[in-house]
């Protein structure tokens, strides 16, 4: 990465600016009450209410005190150093294909444009279970598996523990964000049986050009929920509701950005939405980031809730299959498209359906 060749130079239209504007407003919230051992702690009201609040002025929260044992990030944290400062020859073996879905990779791209950082995924589950093909109602299963190196030894069971952590910390999250609905607590919990959810270790190079590439495109997450872990450097850029600026996520110490993903945009009929964002890339500086995509189990439809929905408010999706929507992003790694991934808007109800439809169960996709 010591040029920026074509495939990584963003259309003008998108191309970062290097003024930074920080993020005001963005709420950091303080999770200790859900640490406190008392059995009736996530259903605590200012922080239902809080969490609540950033889910739909914002799509993004910080939460601090939220269990996840430093000790466990920081671990990971140096494992993934050691890992991307290997020789591109020792990396490239355990290298993603279309078959081994995990593992490493340095040329994914994001809208079709080549994104500037390498990257590690693993997944919590496996092997994690998925459609054998993006076919509708696909009833095969094909079984992905995790690519572990020889070295660093200790990166397998740094990433597992980490991980395991986290999980617990998506749970609990999801079930505030329930209550927030006025839904049951525990109202998601089910879709999570078999998830197919999954950590990715970013490295990000210094880049010689920064007005012209990108560490991640403009995108929106896909699943339910990710929860990001960034070094000191930053780089986060989210796109503000209110104006659709461009905000820089100043990195607070020790915290976890939390953002709503496409799923619960969906399930909660556009209550909460799912926010873009994007990573700068610095010219000085390399920077680490390990989010964790927390996804449901392949065979789950995703629509929106029936308690979300009425007469008055239909339903402003028709369903669909997160396996297929799944394997079609992760099969678009591998290869350039000539049209943009498969989107949720690609299952939006449009306003005049809506209105034929008005008090109506909206079709099937």
Known sequence: ?????????????????????????????DLSALNSGSADAVSDASLVSDIGDACKKWGFFQVINHGVPLEKREKLEKAARELFD????????????????YGYYDTEHTKNVRDW????????QNPTIVPASTRPHEEHVVEWYNQW????????EACEEYAEEVERLCF?????????????????????????????????????????????????????????????????????????????????????????????????NERYESVEHRVMVN??????????FFNPAHYTIV?????????????????????????????SNFKKLDVENIQIYHFRVSESELANRFGKAVSVA
């Open 1 to 29: 990465m010591g040029e920026v060749e074509p495939a990584f130079i963003q259309d003008l239209q998108h191309r970062p600016k290097l003024t930074i504007i920080e993020a005001e407003g963005i709420p950091l919230i």
């Open 86 to 101: 290997q020789p591109l020859e020792e990396k490239v073996k355990m290298r993603r294909d279309e078959v081994r879905v």
């Open 117 to 124: 950082k390498e990257v590690f995924d693993f997944t919590l």
């Open 149 to 156: 190196p020889q070295y660093p030894p200790q990166l397998r």
């Open 172 to 268: 609990k999250l999801m079930e505030l964000i329930a209550l927030s609905l006025g839904l049951p607590t525990d109202s998601f919990n089910g879709f999570f049986k078999d998830q197919t959810s999954f950590v990715r270790l970013n490295h990000y190079p210094p880049c010689p050009a920064p007005d012209l590439a990108l560490g991640v495109g403009r995108h929106k997450d896909g699943g339910a929920l990710t929860v990001l872990a960034q070094d000191d450097v930053g780089g986060l850029e989210v796109k503000r509701k209110s104006d659709g600026e461009w905000i820089r996520v100043k990195p607070t110490p020790d915290a976890f950005i939390i953002n709503v993903g496409d799923i619960i945009q969906v399930w909660s």
């Open 283 to 292: 010219s000085k500086k390399e920077r680490f980031s390990i989010p964790f």
């Open 303 to 331: 629509k929106p809730l029936e308690e979300l929905t009425s007469e008055d408010n239909p339903p402003k999706y028709r369903p669909y299959s997160w396996g297929n929507f799944l394997v079609t992003r992760k099969g």
